[in-house]
């Protein structure tokens, strides 16, 4: 197993905490929460790559004696319940370790070197912006510091084969000093494209949720496989570029894997009063062909939209053309549209008129070829 470093610049609009939290004194537990503000970190609106809905998973750890590690990934907020014990200590909401102890009672503490360890596999490769290692709850158990190595393995290695010493491992966030009950963010400046991640606690303590923002990167030989695939869907390295409205629940929901499987797992947006439409920017996987077109509005009864179209263009500067006219939409259900002969494209706009929710979006078609050299170009560049 060996390491590359990799240059890491101070991330000046990224807050830095230190140190234990007040202990918990009733009340709301999230009341002292530290964390970057209402606007987030700069790299939140990129979707969660460890998103256990892509199929991310905590493959191993050394240690998980107090709480498992497969909690590092649940998409809620960590819960805390003062009350809960069990034969070994707190129930906490994250993955902890015990206390490392060192050799004997002359040297009592850990050397500088131990820490724990837990392997991630990303849900969905890809290039990384930033990490969240959040302690919630972890007041004054949580890790001193902190590291989180990346590395780039195809297929579904072991926990023993990642180890292996001929596995490269890059420096994502360096060993930092981190803070109790905190929200601990790290911008990443690799421009390379990882599949598994290391997080490191040194030397030993509790984590709540691990968050890591970026760019989805698919595999150009897999994609090439499957020839006709969703060109919008996030695992396949489609993302939404903007939208015009946020405010019940994020757009980037349309192309997550499966069905929603309830209101607020689909794009929901404020009610709109007088003129103008709603609306969400996609950037497909690459330049491609769109055969099909499935707009599902499920669970969304009272509050789906009531019509919506589709406009694509090819390019940053393209002009939009019309690949589906405004069409009535109904509630709770799964539309699908056939397109003939539907242009080029790299990017698609919904447009929902005037306003509501939209669970799923899903764009079936095929790579150009210009498509897949970019795509395949893309890969190696990131060096995959």
Request: net charge negative.
């Amino acid at each position: 197993m060996t390491t590359a470093d990799f240059p890491h610049p101070p991330g000046p609009d990224i807050p830095r905490f230190t140190g234990d939290a007040t202990p918990y004194g009733g009340g709301d537990p999230y009341a002292d929460y530290r964390t970057s503000g209402p606007a987030g970190f700069p790299f939140t609106h990129l979707p969660d790559l460890a998103d256990r809905r892509l199929g991310a998973g905590v493959t191993a750890a050394n240690d998980e004696f107090f709480a498992e590690r497969e909690n590092l990934l649940k998409p809620e907020p960590a819960h805390f319940d003062p009350e809960a014990f069990g034969h070994k200590g707190k129930i906490m909401d994250g993955w902890e370790t015990r206390r490392r102890r060192g050799t004997d009672g002359t040297h009592p503490f850990p050397t500088d070197e131990d820490h724990d360890w837990a392997l991630i596999r990303l849900g969905a490769p890809g290039v990384i912006r930033g990490i969240i290692v959040d302690t919630a709850h972890f007041r004054g158990n949580y890790p001193q510091s902190v590291s989180v190595e990346g590395t780039c393995v195809e297929g579904s290695p072991s926990p023993e084969e990642l180890l292996a010493d001929d596995v490269t491992w890059t420096t994502l966030v360096p060993r930092t000093a981190i803070g109790g009950h905190a929200a601990n963010g790290f911008a990443v400046t690799a421009e390379r494209r990882f599949t598994h991640l290391r997080l490191n606690q040194h030397p030993d303590g509790g984590v709540a949720r691990l968050r890591v923002h970026g760019e989805v990167v698919p595999a150009p030989r897999w994609l090439a496989a499957l020839g006709t695939f969703d060109l919008a869907a996030l695992e396949n390295g489609g993302q939404v570029e903007d939208a015009s409205d946020r405010f019940y629940s994020s757009p980037t929901n349309t192309i997550q894997p499966g069905r929603s499987r309830k209101m607020d797992d689909g794009w929901e947006t404020r009610r709109r009063r007088g003129t103008g439409n709603d609306w969400v920017r996609y950037r497909l996987t690459e330049q491609s062909v769109i055969r099909a077109v499935e707009i599902d509005t499920g669970y969304l009864k009272g509050n789906s939209a009531g019509w919506a179209a589709l406009l694509g263009r090819d390019g940053e500067s393209g002009d939009w053309v019309e690949l589906l006219p405004r069409t009535r939409l109904q509630p709770d259900t799964v539309h699908r549209f056939l397109l003939d002969d539907a242009p080029a494209v790299t990017h698609v706009r919904m447009d929902i008129f005037p306003d509501g929710g939209i669970a799923r979006l899903r764009l079936h078609g095929s790579l150009t070829e210009q498509g897949s050299r970019q795509l395949a170009a893309r890969h190696a560049e990131l060096g995959a």
